[in-house]
């Protein structure tokens, strides 16, 4: 699985901003600073959206095992 400095929940949480909710990467950097403090850039939340498909691979895999 692909590490970040970030963990699995923040992680969830940005991808959910960029994926569902469509806001823009600065947007999501401005949010996560002035709500959370962090300190992220636009590269990461880039790198976030590159590596998000391999790390759900596993589980999505596991959800259509059991259920079917």
Partial sequence: MPRTSLGPRLHAALGELTGASRLSKRRVVQLGA???GLKISVGMIS???RITP???E???RSVARHSS
Wanted: charged share 35%; glycine share 0%.
């Fill in 58 to 60: 596993q589980p999505r």
């Fill in 54 to 56: 391999r790390v759900l």
């Fill in 47 to 49: 790198r976030l959206e």
């Fill in 34 to 36: 002035n709500l959370l």
